[in-house]
């Protein structure tokens, strides 16, 4: 029987539920129990896939394709269990599925209402898909007191009613702000966000304070008084100098232990803390460090790449390395090409990610002919592999390479994906359709050509299976000049069909990759293209 564990917020946003989630879930897992960490968003989209990167950050894509929130990032990198399409879910998804219903007649002509049928789909999915799991973590999005959490809120309190005692928790996330001017702490916030949450009949069992400042006993007591919880259940959560730190952080101030004694487990065996020991002291003392540039659209805002920096900063703890990444507007590039020198010159590595759109594209191309041109070592994802093949056709001759993304071209290097093979057979797309989850999605095997540099960098492997996001790909017509002036196909699709990997074994680490293996990197297991990438970052640090 699972045991649920339901995470809130109060006061404002961007407090830190999702690291908190994956933290305790982390902590759980530490203690040998099976964990498994949900989330839902109350906003109306069906799910992240259109949103613009400056509104939600970035799209995080399971194994099984679906497009979700960047807090199951989190969740993955800290308990490294694969989520899926069953994890998050949306208001947006939840109105779409009862309405469809609705429409189909399922209802019986009932009125359709939010009581009790919204919220009987968000109990569905909450109880869905148990498994072995002993604890099912569930966030809810937003703060109490959302006109939109409204829903979700009711289906938590329903929840706790309607499961066994003793199999329900729930913990409240709350912010303690500190006034400079009064030199005081002050409670107020959390002691309305806890009646908040209180009059939509859930009283919270342990209260997670954030605060930028220590909190002293007496104010955990007085928390305690006001919100009619133990002393012991208000939990310190002040800011950490790294995400890595944040569990053992939680674990010192009692976060796991006050969850168990919640459930009333009294002989939970000790946490193994191991490993995140291992991890902190490598990410707090470094032997050496890089300076990475990251060339994108989307660099004012860190969340948009939020996977990506977290693997860089992985690859760092693979070679024992602090990782500087700085991050670059392609679009400078553009306005100005006298500022590529600048700001690429003093780089140990250059990477461009992922993104969607034509704006900033010669910019990227102009960081690929740089990297290319002075041996710097260069990574390419996703849209970076198709600038990366741009920049070579271009080289090779083909003045006019572009993509078909980018509008008309006589010379489509890159050009948009309507069919490919999956699993299940034959996957087609419009080029009008939807936007929204008609990308090629999910995790797709590759095979890599024997000998070949990114062979080498997978240990040897044949074929390995990575996670895709995108609609455009490498025009495969174009393999032959571009590989005659020195741009290698080592990876493809089991059709030997969709190109998925590129490199140049002249270049001290020159490697573009059609998936995202960002998605898939861990703290305790770097992805071996960031360990690879970062390694040679550092080799060329040495050189310059």
């Known amino acids: ?78 308990t490294g269990v694969s989520a899926h399409q069953a994890d998050n879910i949306t208001s947006g998804r939840v109105y779409q599925e009862i309405i469809a219903k609705e429409r189909r007649g399922d209802f019986l002509g009932a009125t359709v209402q939010v009581i009790p049928h919204v919220t009987d789909a968000i109990k569905e999915f909450a109880l869905a898909d148990q498994g072995d799991h002993d604890f099912i973590l569930c966030e809810i999005g937003g703060t109490v007191g959302d006109i939109e959490s409204l829903p979700f809120m009711e289906a938590i309190r329903q929840l706790r009613n309607e499961l066994e005692p003793m199999q329900t928790l729930s913990v409240h996330v709350t912010l303690v702000p500190y006034i400079a001017a009064a030199g005081e702490l002050k409670t107020k916030p959390t002691q309305h966000s806890v009646r908040e949450l209180a009059a939509l009949g859930i009283k919270p069992d342990i209260l997670l304070c954030r605060s930028e400042h220590f909190l002293p006993e007496a104010e955990r007591r007085k928390i305690a008084n006001f919100c009619n919880v133990r002393p012991q259940a208000v939990i310190p959560a002040l800011d950490a100098k790294s995400i890595y ?13 006050e969850v168990l004694r919640g459930f009333g487990i009294a002989d939970a065996p000790a946490p193994d803390l191991a490993p995140w020991r291992e991890v902190t002291s490598r990410y707090f003392n470094p032997e050496g460090e890089v300076t990475i540039g990251v060339v994108g659209k989307y660099v004012g805002l860190k969340d948009a790449y939020k996977s990506l920096n977290e693997a860089l900063v992985h690859g760092g703890l693979a070679n024992r390395a602090k990782v500087h990444v700085k991050w670059i507007d392609a679009e400078v590039f553009e306005r100005d090409p006298s500022e590529i020198v600048a700001e690429l010159e003093p780089l140990h590595g250059i990477l461009v990610p992922g993104g969607f759109g034509e704006r900033g594209s010669e910019g990227k191309i102009a960081s690929v002919r740089f990297a290319r041109e002075r041996k710097v070592p260069f990574f390419g994802i996703c849209l970076g592999m198709q600038m990366a093949c741009i920049e070579s056709a271009r080289a090779a001759g083909v003045d006019a390479a572009s993509s078909t993304e980018f509008g008309e071209t006589d010379e489509p290097v890159v050009g948009i994906i309507t069919e490919w093979m999956t699993k299940e057979g034959l996957e087609t797309r419009a080029a009008d359709g939807d936007l929204g989850g008609t990308m090629r999605l999910g995790a797709y095997d590759a095979k890599l050509a024997e000998g070949s540099r990114i062979s080498d960098i997978y240990g040897g492997a044949s074929e390995i299976s990575e996670r895709h996001r995108h609609r455009y790909e490498v025009n495969g017509a174009y393999r032959e000049r571009l590989e005659n002036d020195g741009l290698i196909f080592s990876g493809m699709s089991p059709d030997g069909l969709l190109p998925e990997i590129v490199e140049r074994p002249d270049h001290p680490f020159f490697v573009g990759v059609q998936f995202h293996p960002e998605l898939k990197s861990r703290p305790f297991d770097p992805h071996p293209l960031f360990a690879g990438f970062v390694a040679a970052a550092l080799r060329q640090s040495r050189l310059v």
């Open 1 to 78: 029987m699972a045991r649920y564990i339901f995470i809130t917020g109060g006061v404002v946003s961007s407090l830190g539920k999702g690291l908190m989630a994956a933290s305790l879930g982390a902590l759980l897992q530490a203690r040998g129990y099976k964990v498994r960490i949900r989330k839902f968003d109350p906003y109306l989209n069906v799910d992240p896939g259109t949103m613009s990167p400056y509104q939600h950050g970035e799209v995080y894509v399971t194994d099984d394709g679906a497009e979700t929130d960047l807090d199951l990032g989190h969740y993955e990198r800290f």
């Open 245 to 257: 730190a944040v569990p053992l952080q939680y674990h010192e101030e009692g976060l796991d232990a």
